[in-house]
């Protein structure tokens, strides 16, 4: 089955850097795009970044452009992100996601359990 698991999260001052890992199986990797979105405490869940299969495009949400980057090893099954110039804001839990086609109009999103970032002084 498909399971995406997240690492990395934690505490950090407002400045400062996290890289989030998400390891990937169930699936065929290399074949999907792979997602990065984020929930703060009362509010929806955000994109914060995507990566092509390929890893050769990515693209970001307005708010954290070029502080975020994203990237995948698709040798290792896995999906990272970089996060620098981190704020208070930045402060939510922060899930991988896939989304698996089962036809030519849709599909399955799969979510990881989350890891939680925590930007403070």
């Known amino acids: 089955q498909v399971q995406l698991v997240e690492s990395g999260g934690g505490l950090v001052q407002p400045g400062g850097s996290l890289r989030l890992s998400c390891a990937a199986s169930g699936f065929t990797f290399s074949n999907h795009g792979m997602n990065w979105y984020r929930q703060a405490p009362g509010k929806k869940r955000e994109l914060v970044a995507t990566?092509?299969?390929?890893?050769?495009?990515?693209n970001y949400a307005n708010s954290v452009l070029g502080r975020f980057a994203i990237s995948r090893d698709n040798a290792k099954n896995m999906v990272y992100l970089q996060m620098n110039s981190l704020k208070p804001e930045d402060t939510a839990v922060y899930y991988c996601?896939?989304?698996?086609?089962?036809?030519?109009?849709?599909?399955?999103?799969?979510w990881g359990q989350g890891t939680q970032v925590t930007v403070s002084s």
């Open positions: 996601n896939v989304l698996l086609p089962t036809s030519s109009y849709s599909g399955n999103d799969y």
């Open positions: 990566i092509a299969n390929t890893g050769r495009s990515t």
